[in-house]
């Protein structure tokens, strides 16, 4: 599924006192799985708005091991400026 696809890379990648950026748009059940499995281990998890650039400017205080991008959103079809957000 894609939830098995999207938690193998999270699980193979980020470690205790890492920290995911990932949108607040994505797959209801990959958002339950980063705020009960990803927090419980250590992971920080941060959610920004896809469609506002500086919210997610605003909310990288440091790099961040991993920036999650789901374009279009999963329920909401937004579409993530992929070449600005990995600046």
């Not at 990932?22 to 941060?46: E, F, M, S």
Request: aromatic letters at 10%; proline letters at 5%; charged letters at 20%.
């Amino acid at each position: 599924s894609g939830l098995q696809a999207i938690a193998l890379v999270f699980n193979c990648f980020l470690n205790k006192g890492d920290t995911l950026v990932i949108t607040d748009t994505l797959y209801p059940n990959t958002r339950k799985y980063c705020d009960q499995i990803l927090t419980a281990n250590g992971v920080q998890v941060i959610y920004y708005d896809p469609c506002d650039l500086d919210d997610i400017k605003n909310k990288i205080t440091q790099k961040p091991k991993m920036i999650f991008i789901e374009s279009p959103g999963s329920h909401t079809y937004e579409l993530s400026n992929v070449s600005e957000i990995t600046k």
